[in-house]
């Protein structure tokens, strides 16, 4: 099992330009999130789904969408995107609500 | 709202040694959960501990051991016989159930030194 995958692992995105972070899991977990670590700080939550088909927003969701069309995979989309978007992005599953987290490596954003 | 208060930014730590890295965390809360990851400068995630609330032994994991006190709202990890694969930040988390979010704290790296 690959567990969580990330891709891209780094980007540097010019100021109002597009991307979708791509997350996939093969653990058949049912719960997938989106955090983003700011430096020198712990994790904040995006958007988290609990199934596919069903998303709800985080602590900071502005500027980021997302979409669950699938169990495996959980992509997150940053629009026109800004310099406060600067940060690593970490996208994780779990089998249920109270279940552990497990992480993906990371994707390191800049945006100039 | 949930918080999760590391107080320690960095310590370090002796091969061979003991250290204990502390986490309180507010909340009213009865059924919760709290986990300890680590993250080497690789910055995966990775989970050291895990301790559900209603649990009242300390749960241990190898090396790896907390000290939870539901009544102080305190968890802290113990780590025994340090290693220098030990040095990483580590930061501690809060789940409740009702939420399904990670509530993190600041993080404490932790170096290990000949």
């Known amino acids: 099992n690959a567990g969580v995958t990330q891709t891209p692992k780094f980007r540097i995105l010019k100021i109002g330009q597009s991307m979708t972070l791509q997350c996939t899991q093969d653990?058949?977990?049912?719960?997938m999130y989106w955090y983003r670590q700011d430096p020198g700080m712990g994790l904040k939550l995006i958007y988290y789904s609990v199934g596919a088909g069903i998303t709800d927003k985080g602590e900071v969701p502005n500027g980021y969408n997302v979409s669950r069309s699938t169990t495996e995979d959980f992509p997150l989309r940053l629009e026109l995107a800004a310099p406060s978007q600067t940060s690593v992005y970490f996208c994780?599953?779990?089998?249920?609500?109270?279940?552990?987290?497990?992480f993906g490596p990371g994707t390191r954003l800049l945006v100039l | 709202a949930q918080t999760v208060t590391q107080s320690q930014p960095e310590m370090s730590v002796q091969e061979a040694e003991t250290v204990t890295l502390s986490c309180t965390y507010d909340?009213?809360?009865?059924?919760?959960?709290l986990f300890w990851y680590k993250q080497p400068p690789s910055r995966q995630m990775i989970l050291v501990i895990r301790q559900e609330a209603y649990k009242q032994q300390n749960a241990t994991e190898n090396r790896f051991s907390v000290n939870f006190q539901k009544a102080a709202k305190s968890f802290s990890l113990k780590i025994s016989d340090s290693q220098l694969g030990d040095a990483a930040m580590y930061f501690c988390?809060?789940?409740?159930?009702?939420?399904?979010?990670?509530?993190f704290g600041t993080g404490t790296r932790l170096q290990v030194t000949l």
């Open positions: 653990m058949n977990h049912n719960y």
């Open positions: 994780a599953s779990s089998y249920g609500a109270v279940e552990t987290q497990y």
């Open positions: 988390a809060y789940l409740t159930g009702t939420a399904s979010k990670l509530t």
């Open positions: 909340t009213s809360e009865s059924d919760y959960y």
